[in-house]
């Protein structure tokens, strides 16, 4: 693989691949995206990692957890990603938290952390202020990831104003929207459970790779991960409220129809009974064994036999409407 090192002063920046770093005041970043065996198989030959934990950074299941060593900590923590579609997926990044080094790696997908290390090495200011310290530089890394969800939650919030806008439209059914709107606040739930649930342990553990209390920073991110939670959890109340209100106008709807198509078969049984009696082969009056009836003209077997079917239909009607159920 092709390599490259520039000196900017006493920072350093490295490229090799897919692995890139920065190196400044001592310390050094690490960063790899999108991982492969290849990659992360070069990191023993540097760094004390236990195979367990570079295999949980290449696992393809996402996991969340925090792992104390004696010489650095191990973070796993899982961040969502919309694309095009509006699908929300779950990524995970990897850190490795050590005295003097940071290692990340990470999907493409969390671009966030990419933008972070560009912006490091093009501003030598920026990079000195971001690298004071490795647990410093892992919060500016979390804060960032934790800060993007909020763009996801607006587009999840604008789904459900717009399904909050046609919901009540009883010509219309919402529950494509309500479920694909569902799908995504289940996704964020479970990212932001895990995350709520670890902040503090990170908060506590990482305290040890820098000199500077840096309890407020983590605080900060902590009270970002709560908000989310509250945010997630009001738009699963909201969800499930415009789920009910679909499912009642859906049936409301589905009732009428039924009731509808009930009073019109309900009104044909009248002329469905006489047209089942003179269809018999037997002799019936004004049929043609015994001759149609002519009191009224050359119809008035056809006349009887309207009047006979129209008489009872409109005495149900009568009684229907009496009782409401034109009303219901």
Aim: charge should be negative; hydrophobic fraction near 40%; glycine fraction near 6%.
């Amino acid at each position: 693989m092709a390599s490259s090192e520039k000196s900017l002063g006493s920072r350093s920046v490295n490229e090799e691949g897919k692995v890139k770093s920065i190196m400044s005041g001592g310390i050094t970043w690490v960063d790899i995206v999108d991982p492969t065996q290849t990659e992360v198989a070069m990191l023993p030959k540097d760094y004390p990692f236990h195979p367990l934990n570079l295999e949980d950074s290449l696992s393809s299941r996402q996991v969340t957890k925090v792992e104390e060593h004696e010489e650095y900590l191990f973070i796993a923590l899982c961040f969502p990603v919309e694309d095009s579609q509006g699908i929300i997926s779950s990524n995970q990044v990897s850190i490795f938290l050590g005295k003097n080094y940071l290692v990340t790696l990470h999907p493409d997908k969390l671009g966030v952390i990419s933008e972070l290390f560009q912006t490091s090495k093009e501003d030598e200011q920026e990079q000195k202020a971001l690298m004071k310290s490795t647990a410093y530089l892992a919060y500016r890394i979390i804060d960032e990831l934790a800060e993007s969800m909020f763009l996801i939650f607006d587009g999840v919030q604008s789904g459900l104003d717009a399904i909050g806008v046609k919901v009540f439209d009883e010509k219309k059914s919402s529950a494509n929207a309500i479920n694909h709107v569902r799908r995504q606040i289940a996704i964020l739930r479970q990212i932001v459970s895990a995350l709520r649930l670890f902040m503090p342990e990170i908060t506590s553990k990482a305290q040890r790779f820098s000199e500077e209390n840096l309890s407020i920073y983590f605080s900060d991110i902590n009270h970002k991960i709560g908000r989310a939670f509250g945010t997630v959890k009001e738009m699963k109340e909201m969800v499930g409220i415009y789920k009910d209100t679909d499912f009642i106008i859906s049936s409301d709807r589905t009732n009428s129809v039924l009731c509808i198509l009930t009073i019109l078969f309900t009104l044909s049984i009248p002329a469905t009974l006489i047209s089942s009696i003179y269809g018999m082969n037997v002799p019936l009056p004004g049929g043609l064994v015994t001759g149609p009836l002519n009191f009224f003209g050359p119809y008035t077997s056809l006349l009887v036999l309207l009047i006979g079917m129209l008489v009872p239909a409109l005495i149900m009607v009568w009684y229907f409407k009496r009782v409401g159920w034109f009303n219901a």
